[in-house]
Nanobody, 124 residues
Framework: QVQLVESGGGLVQPGESLRLSCAAS????????MGWYRQAPGKQRELVAA???????NYVDSVKGRFTISRDNAKSTVYLQMSSLKPEDTAVYYC??????????????????WGQGTQVTVSS
C-alpha cells in the first residue's frame, strides 16, 4: 500500500510564502507524474501544478509566476513552493502521485494515490 503524507500548510498573510511537501511511503515501484491540487469551500478540486518524470511542469494560470513545483525522486517527494500568496489561494491542498505496484500474486498496476490534504489559509 502507498501512503502520501503532506506537510507545510498553515496561516499566512497576503504576500508571504509557504512550502508544501508530500512524501510517499510504503511498497511501490516507480513514481510517474506528481501533482498538487486544491479545493476551496464550495468549489471543485482543481489542478494547481504538475510535474512529469522528466521534470516537465505545468501550472494553472492563476499561479503562474508565483508557485513552483519540484520533485526529489530519491526521497519520493514532491514540493510546492508558493510565493506572493493571495487570499484566493486559500484552500485545502492535496498531492497526488501516479505509482506502480506489484501485488503478492505478481499483478502489476499503476494507480493514482492521494494525500490527506493540508490547509492553506491566506488572510490578513
Amino acid at each position: 500500500q502507498v501512503q502520501l503524507v503532506e506537510s507545510g500548510g498553515g496561516l499566512v498573510q497576503p504576500g508571504e510564502s509557504l512550502r508544501l511537501s508530500c512524501a510517499a511511503s510504503g511498497v511501490f515501484g516507480s513514481i510517474y507524474d506528481m501533482g498538487w491540487y486544491r479545493q476551496a469551500p464550495g468549489k471543485q478540486r482543481e489542478l494547481v501544478a504538475a510535474i512529469t518524470t522528466g521534470g516537465r511542469t505545468n501550472y494553472v494560470d492563476s499561479v503562474k509566476g508565483r508557485f513552483t513545483i519540484s520533485r526529489d525522486n530519491a526521497k519520493s517527494t514532491v514540493y510546492l513552493q508558493m510565493s506572493s500568496l493571495k487570499p484566493e489561494d486559500t484552500a485545502v491542498y492535496y498531492c497526488k502521485m501516479k505509482c506502480s505496484t506489484t501485488s503478492r500474486s505478481g499483478a502489476f498496476s499503476i494507480n493514482d494515490y492521494w494525500g490527506q490534504g493540508t490547509q492553506v489559509t491566506v488572510s490578513s
